[in-house]
């Protein structure tokens, strides 16, 4: 579950900062920033679960959206997505820690969704 939720909103993300750029393009062209993203994401979700995962996270992610390549990306739904990585941040933030998920808030911003 958590790892569709990153996936979805690392490449959502992604390919929001590169108007008209599907999944496909994303993966393609955009690798290290969705790949950054991914680390990121999955970071700050297994030290909020206390979980590990599986090695290879960014390959499975990548193989899977060579199936989905054709989707369009844009930030929706933001509170079930990318709003939980964020609540996460706020959270820190609140609490004088850093941000887990830097990266990804200075994307949020850059794009005026929060």
Do not use: Q
């Not at 579950?1 to 994303?26: C, D, N, Q, Y």
């Not at 199936?67 to 004088?96: C, D, M, Q």
């Amino acid at each position: 579950m958590l790892e569709k939720l990153i996936w979805i909103s690392a490449f959502m993300l992604v390919g929001a900062r590169h108007p008209g750029a599907t999944v496909g393009v994303v993966e393609k062209e955009y690798r290290s920033e969705v790949s950054s993203l991914i680390v990121e994401l999955a970071s700050a979700a297994a030290a909020e679960k206390g979980l590990v995962f599986e090695e290879a996270m960014e390959d499975r992610l990548c193989a899977y959206s060579r199936t989905v390549s054709h989707f369009p990306t844009a930030v929706k739904e933001f509170k079930w997505r990318n709003g939980w990585f964020y609540s996460l941040s706020e959270k820190a933030i609140a609490e004088g820690k850093p941000d887990p998920c830097p990266l990804h808030t200075a994307w949020l911003k850059e794009l005026k969704i929060i």
